[in-house]
């Protein structure tokens, strides 16, 4: 398809197309009468971006379909076959979201039609697994089709390369190019599955994969050998992590944990989860219900592809949610604090992330370094300094993420399950909680306080709206804010901007649309417009001498912001 064709004439190819997937022809003639919807779907073709692709399912261009996914793996493929080193290969796994197992079976007939031989996973597969999968069968590259926590009508495909992490800017932008060189992908054909099969070109996995997985868990530093007592509750959310955590906690002898039966099967619908995210306390309901038998020690539940975790924490006969940045801290302070901690060690967070961790590690003589948001930037640090003598202990992110150790090289929510619940347990033993130990530590280091709010903008005119907010935001803000701002760093242009001198200096990260706002005590909100949904994100932090003092100081601040951006709302 040309980028000259009108979105219209290209509405009208797919029209006449037959579709092997028939749901797209219903879809194509139930908006013929629609120019906005044929607008929404066709006015543009789905990017793929650094993080490969996300969006809603559906017709069109613009949309996640076959096509799209033809069109990604296609590039994706190319790619590989250009730039990859020894035997080309690669493995696919997938979640339980709509057509993420057709998505998965058409990626991987393109790959061996390629000539590149494909291993993809029988059932659904957790991200940090097929992560582990790309070194652990020593592949060039590999691709999870997932949408993580998006609601049901999205999904995704993320891409991995040889070192098990996301790709970052140099290797996306030659994907990226391939990609963009694939116009007419309504027409790629490939041979059937199960000729690939037969020839080797596509091999089923499953055991081979997860019983490495399950010894590089085994052999874990920060777990202690033993039964451990301490009760824990887990939802998988309806998606992949059921299996693969079930066998972590009985491995480990977590001889009190117990699943939520009713979201522990993987289920498109994510039934009764309007938004099958674990950043949202609401997305426990059903989990605190359960809770009223039993009140166990944790509630914890993943998202669909099982990267990301949530948690509360029984304290004083209520459950208290732990935020993401909360759950890091009380991760960092135990790696650092209570075991033993290498000359050379370092820990990674992100540009928005919490900076307590960084003054736990500053006390302890190492180094926090700072990326942006993304575990491909951590996995891409960790694999630099490695080739420096350096030692990993530790990286995360606010949204829920965590890479506790480095045989997986994205966010793995088991991992960061063991560990949390083996604190706990710890904890359990001198008759604390982790809402006590998060109290210790406030009071040692300073009361840090955070908070984010998501905003969203659906659609054309929500796109153009994210842009208008960014731009207001570098040109007109500091001229109408009564904030006491010092210093602002904007990732786009990797500067950072002395207000009081009007001096630039040149910030060592890759570009990126984030802006960061300091103030005078050592506040700071950090605006990000998502790469893979359509909202922009704020993240406020403070610091405060107690909670009461850090709460005011955030609703103040939170309030006087808002003031100037709601006047471009």
Same mark, same amino acid.
């Given at each position: 398809?040309?980028?000259?064709?009108?979105?219209?004439?290209?509405?009208?190819?797919?029209?006449?197309?037959?579709?092997?997937?028939?749901?797209?022809?219903?879809?194509?003639?139930?908006?013929?009468?629609?120019?906005?919807?044929?607008?929404?779907?066709?006015?543009?073709?789905?990017?793929?971006?650094?993080?490969?692709?996300?969006? *809603?399912?559906?017709?069109?261009?613009?949309?996640?379909?076959?096509?799209?996914?033809?069109?990604?793996?296609?590039?994706?493929?190319?790619?590989?076959?250009?730039? !990859?080193?020894?035997?080309?290969?690669?493995?696919?796994?997938?979640?339980?979201?709509?057509?993420?197992?057709?998505?998965?079976?058409?990626?991987?007939?393109?790959?061996?039609?390629?000539?590149?031989?494909?291993?993809?996973?029988?059932?659904?597969?957790?991200?940090?697994?097929?992560?582990?999968?790309?070194?652990?069968?020593?592949?060039?590259?590999?691709?999870?089709?997932?949408?993580?926590?998006?609601?049901?009508?999205?999904?995704?495909?993320?891409?991995?390369?040889?070192?098990?992490?996301?790709?970052?800017?140099?290797?996306?932008?030659?994907?990226?190019?391939?990609?963009?060189?694939?116009?007419?992908?309504?027409?790629?054909?490939?041979?059937?599955?199960?000729?690939?099969?037969?020839?080797? =070109?596509?091999?089923?996995?499953?055991?081979?994969?997860?019983?490495?997985?399950?010894?590089?868990?085994?052999?874990?530093?920060?777990?202690?050998?033993?039964?451990?007592?301490?009760?824990?509750?887990?939802?998988?959310?309806? !998606?992949?992590?059921?299996?693969?955590?079930?066998?972590?906690?009985?491995?480990?002898?977590?001889?009190?944990? !117990?699943?939520?039966?009713?979201?522990?099967?993987?289920?498109?619908?994510?039934?009764?989860?309007?938004?099958?995210?674990?950043?949202?306390?609401?997305?426990?309901?059903?989990?605190?219900?359960?809770?009223?038998?039993?009140?166990?020690?944790?509630?914890?539940?993943?998202?669909?592809?099982?990267?990301?975790?949530?948690?509360?924490?029984?304290?004083?006969?209520?459950?208290?949610?732990?935020?993401?940045?909360?759950?890091?801290?009380? =991760?960092?302070?135990?790696?650092?604090?209570?075991?033993?901690?290498?000359?050379?060690?370092?820990?990674?967070?992100?540009?928005?992330?919490?900076?307590?961790?960084?003054? *736990?590690?500053?006390?302890?003589?190492?180094?926090?370094?700072?990326?942006?948001?993304?575990?491909?930037?951590?996995?891409?640090?960790?694999?630099?300094?490695?080739?420096?003598?350096?030692?990993?202990?530790?990286?995360?992110?606010?949204?829920?993420?965590? =890479?506790?150790?480095?045989?997986?090289?994205?966010?793995?929510?088991?991992?960061?399950?063991?560990?949390?619940?083996?604190?706990?347990?710890?904890?359990?033993?001198?008759?604390?909680?982790? *809402?006590?130990?998060?109290?210790?530590?406030?009071?040692?280091?300073?009361?840090?306080?955070?908070?984010?709010?998501?905003?969203?903008?659906?659609?054309?005119?929500?796109?153009?709206?994210?842009?208008?907010?960014?731009?207001?935001?570098?040109?007109?803000?500091?001229?109408?804010?009564?904030?006491?701002?010092?210093?602002?760093?904007?990732? =786009?242009?990797?500067?950072?901007?002395?207000?009081?001198?009007?001096?630039?200096?040149?910030?060592?990260?890759?570009?990126?649309?984030?802006?960061?706002?300091?103030?005078?005590?050592?506040?700071?909100?950090?605006?990000?417009?998502?790469?893979?949904?359509?909202?922009?994100?704020?993240?406020?932090?403070?610091?405060?001498?107690?909670?009461?003092?850090?709460?005011?100081?955030?609703?103040?601040?939170?309030?006087?912001?808002?003031?100037?951006?709601?006047?471009?709302?």
């Amino acid at each position: 398809m040309s980028n000259n064709e009108n979105y219209m004439d290209i509405y009208q190819k797919w029209l006449e197309k037959k579709h092997e997937d028939t749901e797209i022809t219903e879809e194509l003639r139930a908006i013929q009468n629609d120019p906005d919807q044929i607008k929404e779907g066709f006015y543009q073709t789905i990017a793929f971006g650094t993080a490969g692709l996300r969006g *809603i399912l559906g017709a069109g261009t613009n949309r996640m379909n076959i096509y799209t996914i033809r069109r990604a793996a296609q590039g994706f493929a190319q790619a590989i076959n250009k730039y !990859g080193e020894g035997e080309r290969k690669a493995v696919i796994a997938f979640d339980p979201r709509r057509k993420s197992d057709l998505f998965s079976r058409e990626s991987a007939k393109i790959f061996a039609a390629n000539g590149i031989k494909t291993y993809l996973f029988t059932e659904v597969t957790p991200t940090p697994i097929l992560s582990y999968a790309v070194r652990a069968l020593d592949c060039t590259g590999g691709v999870m089709i997932t949408a993580s926590h998006n609601p049901k009508n999205y999904n995704g495909y993320k891409v991995y390369w040889d070192d098990g992490a996301q790709v970052t800017e140099e290797k996306a932008a030659q994907i990226i190019n391939e990609v963009n060189s694939i116009n007419d992908y309504l027409d790629i054909s490939t041979e059937s599955f199960e000729s690939y099969v037969e020839k080797e =070109m596509i091999v089923m996995v499953y055991d081979e994969v997860y019983d490495k997985y399950y010894s590089e868990l085994q052999a874990l530093d920060y777990m202690q050998e033993g039964p451990k007592d301490i009760s824990v509750l887990f939802s998988a959310f309806y !998606g992949t992590a059921e299996k693969a955590v079930a066998k972590a906690m009985k491995n480990h002898q977590f001889v009190n944990y !117990g699943v939520l039966e009713e979201q522990s099967q993987p289920n498109s619908e994510f039934p009764d989860l309007e938004y099958p995210n674990p950043e949202d306390p609401g997305s426990f309901a059903m989990l605190l219900e359960k809770a009223k038998d039993t009140n166990p020690d944790l509630l914890i539940a993943t998202d669909p592809d099982g990267d990301r975790i949530g948690t509360q924490v029984l304290h004083q006969g209520e459950y208290v949610v732990l935020t993401g940045n909360q759950m890091g801290i009380i =991760m960092v302070d135990y790696l650092l604090n209570q075991l033993p901690v290498p000359k050379e060690g370092y820990i990674v967070k992100t540009v928005v992330t919490a900076d307590l961790s960084a003054k *736990i590690a500053q006390e302890k003589g190492i180094p926090c370094y700072e990326v942006l948001t993304g575990f491909k930037y951590i996995a891409e640090l960790a694999k630099k300094l490695e080739k420096e003598g350096k030692v990993y202990l530790f990286g995360y992110e606010e949204s829920y993420g965590y =890479m506790p150790r480095l045989f997986v090289r994205d966010k793995d929510a088991v991992q960061a399950i063991l560990l949390l619940s083996q604190i706990a347990e710890l904890l359990k033993k001198e008759n604390k909680t982790l *809402i006590d130990r998060l109290s210790e530590i406030y009071a040692t280091y300073g009361y840090y306080f955070e908070e984010n709010v998501s905003e969203t903008y659906e659609g054309l005119a929500g796109f153009e709206k994210m842009q208008q907010i960014m731009t207001f935001l570098r040109d007109d803000f500091l001229a109408q804010s009564d904030l006491p701002v010092i210093k602002v760093q904007d990732f =786009m242009g990797s500067t950072e901007l002395d207000v009081a001198t009007d001096q630039h200096t040149p910030i060592d990260l890759p570009s990126s649309n984030v802006l960061k706002f300091y103030l005078e005590d050592g506040s700071w909100v950090a605006v990000r417009p998502s790469g893979t949904e359509p909202k922009i994100k704020y993240y406020f932090s403070v610091i405060g001498e107690d909670q009461k003092d850090a709460e005011e100081k955030l609703q103040a601040f939170k309030n006087e912001f808002f003031r100037v951006t709601d006047t471009i709302k």
